[in-house]
Nanobody, 127 residues
């Protein structure tokens, strides 16, 4: 069974850092583009960052550019989202998603382009 599991969320003060992990089971992430999305209460889902299967291309939403970094470790079958300089407006449930895109530099930034989703991890930025 194909499954994505997010971890690493929690409560952090403004200016702090968290690293989210997205680990796959039942399939290899090597040939998949991976995206991170978030949804805050009362708001629409927002694409945060994504990385191509080739690891050659990345995308960042303007709201996180310069603060968040996406990376992948295919040996660990995991994609990471390093979040620095966190702000209260970063508070949301964060989801990772995967879509098959072998040997590609394509970075799908829209949620409807993804086939597999994790259950989400809560990130709360508050003093």
């Amino acid at each position: 069974q194909l499954q994505l599991v997010e971890s690493g969320g929690g409560l952090v003060q403004p200016g702090g850092s968290l690293r989210l992990s997205c680990t796959a089971s039942g399939f290899s992430l090597d040939y998949y583009a991976i995206g991170w999305f978030r949804q805050a209460p009362g708001k629409e889902r927002e694409g945060v960052s994504c990385i191509s299967s080739s690891d050659g291309n990345t995308y960042y939403a303007n709201s996180v550019k310069g603060r968040f970094t996406i990376s992948r470790d295919n040996a660990e079958n995991t994609v990471y989202l390093q979040m620095n300089s966190l702000k209260p407006e970063d508070t949301a449930v964060y989801y990772c998603a995967a879509v098959s895109s072998p040997y590609s530099d394509y970075v799908p930034s829209a949620g409807h382009e993804y086939d597999y989703w994790g259950q989400g991890t809560q990130v709360t930025v508050s003093s």
